[in-house]
């Protein structure tokens, strides 16, 4: 029996010879402007949306296409002065909020307790054994905790009207990641991301970077919590010495980049730096604390920079401060905000403009945004609809585009972590990919079609629908495929995309059934899939 959602899904993917790129088949189709071509109110409205925010909900281009552009992306970089009263009362709705750190922890313990107590009363025996690996009910109660969390993630992405704000939460979350199920970062990351991500995603780099070194959830992803001075009395007799990890992904990945120019002597003496920087115990909340009797006294010097002997803690401070306003810092940072907000291969004149405005600015996060935005580059009309949505922008974009109302069930995480993009899963430091290459396959095309159809149907768990609000049901294909190119793709809708459409519902009569395989079909197809 032939499957239309498989056939539409390899029929998006699938280019004409005209798409044939150098070296390799486009993955998706795409809708580009003409080069050269001026973009009108409305498309311009329509790219702003898509990368500054997740995507319109239903006629908000048109609102900000007559508000304007440019003061609705003055407002976006001053997020604190936007009303967020929607957001704000659904919020209370996640008790995970209610918890601080201490409490997470609590509950992280007792889970373990209860588990260990289920060990022992297995006994040896394999029906016990099978048992006791299921979950007890504190077990069970930490893990809705940690998916409320998750949903949280979502559901703000979906809802709030601060989305560039939002946006940059996750970059700065994919930027400095963490992998929530190492161990204590169970019940530390949601400290991490509500005090140390969102309370720098649009302040200064420096300080974004010195509140993630001192993290407990990033001091114990990246096992700086143990590491100490070898002729320090915490490491004299013991197994324990200097721990490389932090010092290494500091460099590498949170400032210089991997051509910065620092050498593995560098790495080491950065660590003996930060030996020391350390948490408390974890059932008094885990909390920053710098043992003083662990850290290296002893001189140190990174990239040619001496640090004299006699120092503690602030000689650490004195090492994020000068990173954080490194040349190779500032290009690295700049290169990846550009990736993410103009082109997977960013040109060289937006990272110029965003060094620049950083040097101006003294790393002034909304300064850099603002060269970024306000630059040549991001409004090029080469480069607009050509970068793919991550798995987290796609759902959070259906969701906007179709007015849809997250709950409360978890049902949304698990969407996303069958298109590939679990939250605060990614067990490396370098968090989730931002480049196309890494996102489309036909595996991935057809699980977010399958997705897009579920949505528009109001099966997708999670989410509530209701398309009489966008699109009034009765039109036959020849008014109802215009409508759906309006309300779901601002008009960017391709001949090929609009045959395909066409074909599937040539042979259904239902016009409810229509609509809503209509507008799924155009959120699982290529134009919805690019920014």
């Avoid at 889970?111 to 297995?122: G, I, K, S, T, W």
């Avoid at 969390?149 to 700065?172: C, G, K, P, Y």
Wanted: aromatic share 6%; hydrophobic share 45%; charged share 25%.
């Amino acid at each position: 029996m032939r499957n239309p959602i498989l056939a539409c899904a390899l029929a998006f993917a699938a280019p004409p010879p005209s798409m044939v790129r150098a070296r390799h088949a486009a993955p998706l189709q795409q809708a580009v402007p003409a080069r050269g071509s001026t973009l009108t109110p409305h498309d311009s409205a329509l790219h702003a949306l898509n990368r500054l925010a997740y995507g319109p909900r239903p006629g908000e281009a048109d609102r900000i296409a007559a508000l304007g552009v440019m003061p609705w992306i003055d407002q976006q970089l001053d997020p604190e002065r936007i009303d967020d009263p929607v957001l704000a009362a659904r919020e209370h709705r996640f008790k995970i909020l209610d918890y601080d750190r201490r409490d997470l922890a609590q509950r992280y313990f007792d889970a373990q307790r209860e588990r260990r107590e289920r060990q022992l009363a297995a006994g040896g025996a394999a029906d016990n054994m099978r048992a006791q690996d299921e979950p007890g009910p504190m077990e069970q109660a930490g893990r809705r905790l940690a998916g409320q969390f998750m949903d949280l993630t979502i559901t703000r992405a979906a809802l709030s009207e601060r989305q560039l704000f939002e946006v940059m939460v996750d970059f700065w979350s994919n930027h400095f990641n963490m992998f929530i199920g190492k161990g204590a970062d169970r019940f530390l990351l949601p400290d991490y991301i509500e005090h140390t991500i969102r309370a720098h995603a649009m302040g200064r780099f420096e300080d974004l970077l010195i509140a993630t070194a001192e993290s407990p959830a990033m001091l114990f992803y990246l096992d700086n919590w143990q590491s100490v001075a070898p002729n320090s009395p915490p490491g004299q007799g013991a197994r324990r010495g200097i721990n490389e990890n932090y010092a290494r992904e500091l460099l590498e990945l949170h400032t210089l980049g991997v051509d910065g120019g620092y050498t593995q002597q560098d790495v080491i003496n950065v660590a003996r730096i930060f030996t020391g920087w350390s948490i408390e115990r974890p059932r008094q909340g885990a909390a920053f604390a710098f043992h003083e009797r662990a850290h290296d006294r002893a001189q140190k010097i990174v990239m040619g920079l001496m640090y004299p002997a006699g120092h503690g803690r602030d000689e650490g401070i004195r090492l994020l401060k000068w990173l954080a306003n490194h040349p190779a810092t500032m290009h690295h940072v700049s290169q990846e905000l550009c990736q993410r907000f103009v082109s997977d291969d960013p040109p060289d004149g937006c990272v110029d403009d965003a060094v620049a405005a950083w040097r101006r600015s003294g790393g002034d996060i909304r300064e850099v945004l603002r060269a970024i935005v306000f630059g040549p580059d991001f409004w090029a009309p080469a480069d607009v609809r050509t970068k793919v949505k991550t798995p987290l922008e796609f759902l959070v974009s259906a969701l906007r585009v179709v007015g849809a109302d997250p709950d409360t069930t978890l049902g949304l995480v698990q969407v996303l972590a069958r298109l590939g993009e679990p939250l605060y899963m990614h067990v490396a430091p370098d968090g989730y990919p931002e480049r196309e290459a890494d996102w489309v396959n036909s595996g991935a095309l057809l699980d977010r079609m399958n997705t897009a159809v579920a949505l528009a149907a109001g099966r997708l768990p999670g989410a509530a629908v209701d398309l009489d609000s966008i699109i009034p049901a009765g039109a036959d294909a020849a008014q109802l495929v215009p409508a759906v190119d309006a309300v779901i793709l601002g008009g960017t809708m391709t001949e090929n995309t609009r045959e395909v459409i066409r074909r599937q519902l040539s042979d259904i009569s239902n016009s409810v059934q229509a609509r809503a395989l209509a507008v799924g079909l155009a959120i699982g197809g290529p134009e919805f899939q690019r920014q």
